[in-house]
């Protein structure tokens, strides 16, 4: 076994709403809220595209996923060889760290971010640099002061999960014009659809002219589909070529492909969801406890307090399973009559 190994943990996703009922001896219906999930799913036409291909379930699916990947070349106007899916942007980042790092090799990234940049880099016995964020946000300028010529991947997460706060466009234009044109830097957008922020990148614009900016989209959040695991890496033509060659043969199920293909093809669904989700994200700001929210432009937000575990079990007590962190919680926006019943709880709690 490789002995890095004992320095990392499985996946620990958090009691389940069963053991939790136990646990705590709550009566009611408990809400899962800790996983930023699309709590309203995914479009109505994606049980219809899922049941047109029932019939189809002893058969491979298409290696490479090509009917996706076709209507997303056309959907964001991108060549196809430059696309790769993967079972969800969990397999996406495998691939990428398993393609690229050897043992001793640097990745840059930041603290208090998604964690699958590190636990991949340490499975392959690179070393991990961790840039402290600055109010929650990401330290473009301090991640490139650790750029050195050991580094051979920058991971950025925009919008950043578990804050919520982004950098713009003109920030992350200033930030590839410095970065060496050989390294790799990776924006994570698992949570792009949500955005309303007008200066947010353009990232696929930006590829245009750095061909080492690539690009991770997924159909896990905002398009409901989590269950599915189905996401997306866009990249150098070359580095795509060798993802392929790391990625398990059939990776991406036949009806998550479908699935996929359902849900790109409703974008007024896609659309609903954004505003919907906008309009009670901003509920959350109106409280009178919002200087302790980090600004969020995703489907949820991180409130900062010295007594996480004390909110969790707040809003445990309402009915609503979120994620503690050691300097806060992290509420997924839910449906309406849930986030009231957290903000009543977050204006009685002294944060
Ligand atoms: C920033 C970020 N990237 C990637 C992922 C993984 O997404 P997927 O469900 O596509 O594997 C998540 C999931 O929470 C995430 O928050």
């Not at 993967?86 to 691939?95: H, K, P, T």
């Not at 920030?171 to 792009?192: G, M, T």
Request: net charge negative; charged share 25%; glycine share 6%.
């Amino acid at each position: 076994m490789k002995k890095q190994i004992e320095q990392l943990s499985a996946y620990e996703p958090g009691l389940s709403p069963r053991a939790l009922k136990e646990n705590y001896g709550i009566k009611g219906e408990l809400h899962k809220l800790a996983s930023n999930e699309n709590l309203y799913g995914p479009s109505p036409k994606v049980k219809e595209a899922i049941q047109a291909h029932l019939d189809e379930l002893q058969y491979y699916p298409e290696t490479g996923s090509p009917s996706i990947k076709e209507a997303i070349s056309k959907h964001l106007n991108v060549d196809p060889a430059r696309i790769l899916f993967g079972a969800g942007l969990d397999e996406v980042i495998l691939m990428i760290s398993r393609a690229v790092l050897t043992p001793g090799d640097k990745i840059v990234t930041s603290e208090m971010t998604f964690g699958q940049y590190y636990h991949n880099a340490i499975v392959e016995s690179a070393n991990v640099v961790q840039v402290p964020l600055q109010n929650g946000e990401f330290d473009l300028d301090g991640i490139l002061e650790e750029i050195d010529h050991d580094t051979k991947l920058v991971w950025l997460c925009n919008p950043n999960n578990p804050t919520g706060r982004y950098f713009t466009h003109e920030a992350l234009q200033s930030f590839l014009e410095r970065v060496p044109s050989h390294i790799p830097v990776i924006v994570d957008e698992a949570y792009v659809e949500f955005v309303t922020a007008e200066d947010f990148p353009d990232t696929l614009a930006l590829q245009q002219k750095f061909e080492n900016a690539f690009l991770l989209r997924t159909f896990s959040k905002a398009y409901g589909l989590a269950g599915m695991r189905i996401g997306y890496v866009i990249a150098a033509k070359e580095a795509i070529e060798k993802y392929n060659i790391i990625r398990p043969p059939f990776n991406v199920g036949r009806l998550s492909e479908y699935a996929a293909l359902a849900a790109l093809n409703d974008q007024d669904y896609l659309a609903a969801i954004r505003e919907r989700n906008a309009e009670e994200r901003e509920k959350f700001f109106e409280l009178s406890q919002s200087n302790h929210f980090y600004p969020s432009q995703t489907n949820f937000v991180f409130v900062k307090t010295d007594k996480p575990h004390e909110l969790y079990e707040a809003l445990l007590n309402v009915g609503c399973i979120t994620r503690e962190f050691p300097n806060g919680v992290r509420i997924t926006i839910g449906f309406p009559e849930q986030n009231a019943k957290m903000r009543d709880v977050l204006e009685q709690f002294t944060l």
